[in-house]
Nanobody, 117 residues
Framework: QVQLVESGGGLVQAGQSLRLSCVAS????????MGWYRQAPGKRRELVAR???????MYGDFVKGRFTISAANAKNTVYLQMSSLKPEDTAVYYC???????????WGQGTQVTVSS
């Protein structure tokens, strides 16, 4: 199973930016899709952004052009660039890998993003 390690979270003020990174233990080129999800206290986990091995991307409706997901195959890393952050973006952000030849779906441990007003 693919191991995922997220980093890049932190405390920022509204309007600022953060870039999250997710490093995979296996080649992300061989994984059909990877994504970022988030979960705020008392809320369900929701899709933030997803990218496929063909570099097709999709975003949650709330993103509204503020976030960009990208991937660097050579580094086995998926990024989430977040701009114009809002207090409602405060959550734990998780990286996920689709089931693949390496095994079932995988989740990272999460990274906390806190946006103050």
């Amino acid at each position: 199973q693919v191991q995922l390690v997220e980093s890049g979270g932190g405390l920022v003020q509204a309007g600022q930016s953060l870039r999250l990174s997710c490093v995979a233990s296996e080649s992300i080129f061989s994984i059909g899709g990877m994504g970022w999800y988030r979960q705020a206290p008392g809320k369900r986990r929701e899709l933030v952004a997803r990218i496929t091995s063909a570099r097709v991307t999709m975003y949650g409706d709330f993103v509204k052009g503020r976030f960009t997901i990208s991937a660097a195959n050579a580094k086995n890393t998926v990024y989430l660039q977040m701009s114009s952050l809002k207090p409602e973006d405060t959550a734990v952000y998780y990286c996920r890998a689709d089931p693949s030849s390496y095994g079932g779906e995988s989740w990272g441990q999460g990274t906390q993003v806190t946006v103050s007003s």
